[in-house]
C-alpha cells in the first residue's frame, strides 16, 4: 500500500486519507482510507483502515470466494413448503396461482412466497436488473408491461436457499393471497 494525496472530509467522523493497493495486478487506486485523527464521536475509528468493495477484483472468506459482502453468521435463510394455496395478483389480474409454494424466511425481512415458474400465468419479461445477495445467490428480475422489477428469482442459488431454485417472488406491489 502506498499513500496518496486524496482526503476528504466527513463532519462526523473527520479527515479521512487514501491508500493504492497493488497485488499481483493493477493498482488499485485510492482503495483504502482511514481517519488518523478522527473526531471525538468516532474516536473508535483510530487504528483501523476500511477497503473499498468495488475496487477489488474478488473477495475471500478463507478460500471460499465472497459475493456481495461478507455473510453474517448470525443471519439465517430457511425455506419450507407453504401449506396453502398462493395467489399473486397485480390491479385485479392473476399473476400466479400455486399450491406447491415455497416460504422464505430470512433474518430481519418479511417472509416471501417463492411460486414455480411454470406456476406463473402471466407472460413476465426479463429485465436488465440482476443483484447479488450474500446468503442466497445471485437473482434476476422480471417486469410486467405496467410494473418494472416486480418479480425476481434466484439463478445462481447458494445452499441456504436451493430449494427455490425455479420459483419467482413477487414484490410487494403485488398482492399475495394465501388459503
Not at 26 to 52: C, I, Q
Not at 121 to 133: D, F, I, K, N
Request: charged share 25%; net charge negative.
Amino acid at each position: 500500500m502506498s499513500g496518496t494525496d486524496l482526503t476528504t472530509r466527513c463532519p462526523f467522523k473527520g479527515e479521512a486519507s487514501y491508500w493504492d493497493v497493488r497485488a499481483d495486478g493493477p493498482t488499485a487506486e485510492n482503495a483504502v482510507w482511514a481517519y488518523p485523527d478522527p473526531l471525538t464521536p468516532a474516536s473508535w475509528l483510530r487504528g483501523y483502515k476500511a477497503v473499498s468493495w468495488d475496487a477489488m477484483e474478488a473477495w475471500y472468506d478463507e478460500d471460499d470466494q465472497v459475493f456481495g459482502h461478507l455473510r453474517d453468521p448470525f443471519h439465517r435463510v430457511d425455506v419450507r413448503a407453504a401449506s396453502g394455496r398462493v395467489r399473486v395478483l397485480l390491479d385485479g389480474h392473476v399473476l400466479a396461482d400455486s399450491t406447491p409454494a415455497k416460504v422464505l424466511s430470512e433474518t430481519g425481512l418479511p417472509n416471501r412466497y417463492y411460486l414455480p415458474r411454470e406456476d406463473v400465468q402471466a407472460g413476465l419479461l426479463r429485465s436488465e436488473t440482476s443483484q447479488v445477495c450474500p446468503y442466497k445467490g445471485t437473482s434476476s428480475y422480471w417486469s410486467t408491461r405496467t410494473q418494472t422489477d416486480i418479480a425476481w428469482s434466484y439463478e445462481e442459488l447458494l445452499d441456504d436457499a436451493a430449494r427455490v431454485a425455479r420459483h419467482i417472488s413477487f414484490a410487494d406491489s403485488a398482492s399475495v393471497e394465501v388459503s
